[in-house]
């Protein structure tokens, strides 16, 4: 299990990749659309979650998770379902993103910080 700091040191990596993503790879108006706003939210999120890499912590760590889940399992089935819309790269892209956002969701203890109240 990786505690809430290294999860939120990988947080704030995933921000700027989904800000990056753009430059590094030839996406669609649609992809690179997607990727700002990932970097926007994943970037507030984590600066809005009660952990120790937050900042403002108004958001419980267990609910940055399951919003994490959900973007995990939207970014991977987001390939089909708007397939007109997203290039082969878009569709590479998000699903491996996808799949490392369930991956951290899923190997972080979200126990330590709400047993810690």
Not at 16 to 37: E, H, K, N, R
Not at 92 to 112: E, M, N, P, R
Request: hydrophobic share 60%.
């Amino acid at each position: 299990m990786i505690t809430p700091k290294v999860h939120g040191n990988f947080d704030y990596l995933i921000a700027l990749f989904f800000l990056a993503a753009p430059s590094l790879f030839t996406l669609t108006q649609a992809g690179i659309i997607i990727c700002y706003a990932l970097a926007i939210l994943h970037f507030l999120m984590t600066i809005f979650t009660k952990f120790p890499m937050g900042l403002v912590n108004l958001i419980p760590f267990r609910g940055h998770g399951y919003v994490e889940l959900a973007v995990g399992i939207l970014l991977i089935i987001a390939p089909w379902i708007f397939a007109d819309f997203f290039s082969k790269t878009d569709e590479l892209l998000f699903t491996v993103c996808g799949v490392v956002i369930i991956f951290i969701w899923f190997v972080s203890d979200y126990q330590i910080v709400a047993n810690k109240r």
